[in-house]
């Protein structure tokens, strides 16, 4: 039994939820999760905003929360991918970065968009990025390629992005709107 996890690592995991924990990722789940389970912590919002992963030293906006302490170059994402997306990524974060504050936290499979809390992620494939990002409830348009209702006032959407074209005032609101959520 991983005491980590609490769980066995034989057992299958609930849908959504990793189905086995290799060495490493048990060696670096145990470093972020220093309690016993089910013991309840108690946090203060400023400590909470503040969180510093001893091994990653990446930021959260909550005291221990899971992640893979896998932090990532931007410029690995871009590696044998179209040169002209690169060039969309940053005319992107120029324009997001008018909407309010901005921190990009690069990990091995994304790059995460964060503002107080985590509000969207970009995904960058050989010929386009999918961008997905949070709203309170479903926007109903033709360029959403995908949503996911993940709770009551919480809907993921994802948008692929070929071209500055796609960078406009309409996505710019959308994204400006998901830095307004807190999860």
Not at 117 to 133: A, D, E, P
């Amino acid at each position: 039994m991983d005491q980590t996890l609490g769980r066995s690592l034989s057992r299958p995991a609930r849908a959504g939820h990793r189905q086995s924990v290799g060495r490493t990722q048990s060696v670096i789940l145990k470093s972020c999760f220093n309690r016993p389970t089910g013991m309840k912590q108690q946090r203060s919002i400023a400590s909470a905003s503040r969180w510093i992963c001893p091994t990653c030293r990446r930021r959260f906006a909550r005291a221990k929360q899971w992640h893979s302490c896998k932090p990532q170059r931007i410029d690995v994402h871009f590696v044998n991918k179209d040169s002209a997306l690169r060039q969309l990524f940053e005319l992107l974060i120029r324009r997001l970065k008018k909407t309010g504050p901005l921190r990009i936290d690069a990990v091995q499979t994304s790059i995460n968009l964060i503002s107080r809390h985590h509000f969207g992620g970009i995904t960058v494939r050989r010929g386009y990025m999918r961008l997905g990002f949070l709203a309170r409830q479903r926007i109903h348009s033709a360029r959403i390629v995908h949503h996911q209702i993940l709770g009551p006032n919480r809907v993921g959407h994802s948008v692929v992005i070929t071209g500055t074209k796609d960078i406009d005032a309409e996505l710019l609101r959308w994204l400006s709107d998901a830095q307004g959520l807190q999860s």
